[in-house]
C-alpha cells in the first residue's frame, strides 16, 4: 500500500489536532498506541516523533490523559501516531481512559480518518500476566473486536531490564494464552520487541506500512450503526455491573411489557366478548320484536277479519230486517187494500139495497098513491 519505511524520519515534532480541528491528513497511515499504563506509548512516539510536549511518565500513575496525535514523515509516508491514555485498573480512572479512547474513536471516524493499526504494548519485563494484564487485554479486544485482530501489532518493551531468556519465555507464553495473545497470533499479528532502540519501532511502521487497508475498530462500528459510546461493548466490558443492571432492567422491562401485552389482550377478548354479547343480546331483542310484530300483525288480521265478519252479518241483519219491514208494510197495504174493497163492496151492497129499497119505497109510495086515489081511509 504505501512505500516501505526504512528511512529516517523527517523532524515532524508538532502534535497534529485531528479530530479536534481536522489538521490530520485523510490520507495518512493512522496507528493508535494502547496498552497498560507504564507500558512506554508515549516514549515509543516521543521516540519516533522527538515531539517535546509528548508526556513520558515519570511515576506510577498514568502519565497521558487525553488522546493525543503525532505527525510524522518516513520515506515519503504520513504517519500519525495516536498515543492513547493508558489502561489502569489500578487507579479506578479506567472508565475514563475508555470514556476518552471511545469518544476520539467516534471524533476521527465522523472527520473521516480511519485507523491502519492498533499498536497493543506490554512490558515484557512484568514478571506474570497478572489479572489486570487480562482485563486490559479484554478491553483492549472488546474496543477492537475479533474482525480486526489482525490490525494489531504486538509489541513487548523493557527488553532491557529482563533477561533475554526470561523474555523469551514469557512471550511465547502470551503468544500461546487463549486468553492474551493467541487469537491475534492466530490471525497473523506480528510480534516486535522493543529495547529503546530507534530502529525496533521504526521496524513496526515499517511493517504497518506495508499492510493493507483501513478499519474501524468494533467500538467505531457499533457507534457507526447508532450506539451511543456507553452502550459500545467496550463500555460494557468497563462496567460489568451496570451492564448485569442495564440487561436485568431490559428483562425486566420486557417482562413487564410481555406482561402489559397479555393484559391488553386479554382487556381486548373481555371487550369482544362483551361487545358480541351485547350483539346478541340486541339480536334476541330484535328477533323478540319481530316476533311480536308478526303477532300484532296475525292479530290485527284476525281482528279485520272478525271486524269485516260483523260488519256482513251486520249488514245481513239489516237486509233481512229491512224485508221484514217491507214484508209488513205490504201486507198491512194489502189488509188495506182488502179492508177497501171489503167496505166498497158492502157499500156496494148497501147501494144495491139503498136502490132496491128506493125501488120498493117508490113502488110502495105508488101503491099507497093509487090507494088513496081509490079510496081508502
Ligand atoms: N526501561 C525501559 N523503560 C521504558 C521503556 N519504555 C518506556 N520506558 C519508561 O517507562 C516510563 C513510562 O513510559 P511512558 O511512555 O510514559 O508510558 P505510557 O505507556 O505512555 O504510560 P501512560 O501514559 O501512563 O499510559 C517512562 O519513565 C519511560 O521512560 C522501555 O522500553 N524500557
Ligand atoms: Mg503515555
Redesign the pocket.
Known amino acids: 500500500m504505501k512505500s516501505s519505511a526504512h528511512g529516517k524520519a523527517s523532524n515532524t515534532t508538532k502534535p497534529v489536532a485531528f479530530a479536534s480541528n481536522n489538521v490530520g491528513r485523510k490520507d495518512s497511515v493512522v496507528v493508535a498506541?494502547m496498552?497498560?499504563?507504564?507500558?512506554?506509548?508515549?516514549?515509543?512516539?516521543?521516540r519516533l516523533t522527538g515531539a517535546e510536549d509528548n508526556?513520558?511518565?515519570?511515576g506510577l500513575?498514568?502519565?497521558?490523559?487525553k488522546v493525543q496525535c503525532y505527525g510524522l514523515f518516513l520515506d515519503g509516508t504520513h504517519f500519525i501516531l495516536v498515543?492513547?491514555?493508558?489502561?489502569?485498573d489500578s487507579s479506578g480512572l479506567e472508565k475514563e481512559v475508555v470514556d476518552e479512547i471511545l469518544s476520539w474513536l467516534e471524533k476521527s471516524m465522523g472527520e473521516g480518518l480511519l485507523l491502519d493499526a492498533l499498536v497493543y504494548?506490554h512490558?515484557i519485563?512484568d514478571p506474570r500476566l497478572s489479572g489486570t494484564a487480562r482485563t486490559n487485554m479484554r478491553l483492549f479486544r472488546s474496543l477492537c473486536g475479533d474482525d480486526a485482530l489482525h490490525k494489531v501489532v504486538l509489541a513487548t518493551?523493557?527488553?532491557?531490564?529482563t533477561e533475554d531468556e526470561v523474555g523469551r519465555r514469557r512471550e511465547q507464553q502470551m503468544l500461546e494464552d487463549p486468553k492474551f495473545w493467541k487469537p491475534m497470533a492466530d490471525k497473523g499479528s506480528r510480534c516486535f520487541r522493543?529495547?529503546?532502540d530507534r530502529k525496533g519501532y521504526l521496524n513496526i511502521l515499517t511493517h504497518i506500512a506495508q499492510s493493507d487497508g483501513k478499519f474501524l475498530t468494533q467500538a467505531q462500528e457499533e457507534m457507526r450503526l447508532g450506539q451511543q459510546a456507553h452502550e459500545t461493548t467496550a463500555s460494557r466490558t468497563m462496567n460489568p455491573d451496570l451492564d448485569r443492571m442495564k440487561r436485568e432492567y431490559e428483562a425486566s422491562i420486557a417482562i413487564e411489557t410481555r406482561k402489559q401485552k397479555v393484559a391488553f389482550a386479554e382487556a381486548d377478548r373481555r371487550r369482544r366478548e362483551k361487545r358480541l354479547n351485547e350483539q346478541r343480546k340486541i339480536e334476541q331483542q330484535r328477533r323478540l320484536e319481530v316476533e311480536k310484530l308478526e303477532r300484532e300483525a296475525k292479530e290485527n288480521d284476525r281482528t279485520e277479519r272478525e271486524i269485516e265478519a260483523r260488519r256482513a252479518l251486520h249488514e245481513k241483519t239489516q237486509r233481512e230486517t229491512a224485508e221484514k219491514k217491507m214484508r209488513h208494510k205490504l201486507e198491512a197495504r194489502a189488509q188495506k187494500l182488502r179492508a177497501h174493497e171489503a167496505e166498497a163492496a158492502r157499500i156496494h151492497e148497501l147501494s144495491l139495497r139503498l136502490d132496491s129499497t128506493v125501488v120498493i119505497a117508490r113502488t110502495t109510495g105508488e101503491i099507497i098513491a093509487s090507494n088513496v086515489e081509490i079510496g081508502a081511509p
Open positions: 498506541v496498552g497498560a499504563t507504564g507500558v512506554g506509548k508515549s516514549s515509543f512516539i516521543k508526556v513520558v511518565g515519570h500513575t498514568s502519565a497521558t490523559t498515543d492513547t491514555p493508558g489502561f489502569d504494548m512490558r519485563s518493551t523493557f527488553w532491557a531490564s522493543l529495547n529503546g
